[in-house]
Nanobody
Framework: VQLEESGGGSVQAGDSLRLSCVVS????????LAWFRQAPGRQREFVAY????????FYADSAKDRFTISRDNRKNTMWLQMNNLKQEDTAVYYC????????????????WGRGTQVTVSS
């Protein structure tokens, strides 16, 4: 199973970005899919996950009301729409897949992408 993120970039505070994650090697509907992020000098932190069917998502407090996670299993793709970006959202964003659990714990995820950089300036 491989995950590949795209869509990162450098934006200004208040702007929007849409990240994508393509799943290959196995169809996406087998997995809970999630986004995590890691800023320099900080631990990887949970952003959001979406259930296998796409019916149900859970967000970190930092992502609520600004970020939206979605997926299309026919396209083996997940997205993260990020609105009203803030400087503190600057990080490498990773997508992750888990076969067995629906969880916000990074250690439980089986597969990871290489990440895409998001930089937000004031």
């Amino acid at each position: 199973v491989q995950l590949e993120e795209s869509g990162g970039g450098s934006v200004q505070a208040g702007d929007s970005l849409r990240l994508s994650c393509v799943v290959s090697g196995r169809t996406a509907h087998y997995f809970t899919l999630a986004w995590f992020r890691q800023a320099p000098g900080r631990q990887r932190e949970f952003v959001a996950y979406i259930r296998r069917s796409g019916n149900g998502a859970f967000y970190a407090d930092s992502a609520k009301d600004r970020f939206t996670i979605s997926r299309d299993n026919r396209k083996n793709t997940m997205w993260l729409q990020m609105n009203n970006l803030k400087q503190e959202d600057t990080a490498v964003y990773y997508c992750a897949a888990d076969q067995d659990l629906t969880t916000d714990r990074a250690v439980e995820y089986d597969y990871w992408g290489r990440g895409t950089q998001v930089t937000v300036s004031s």
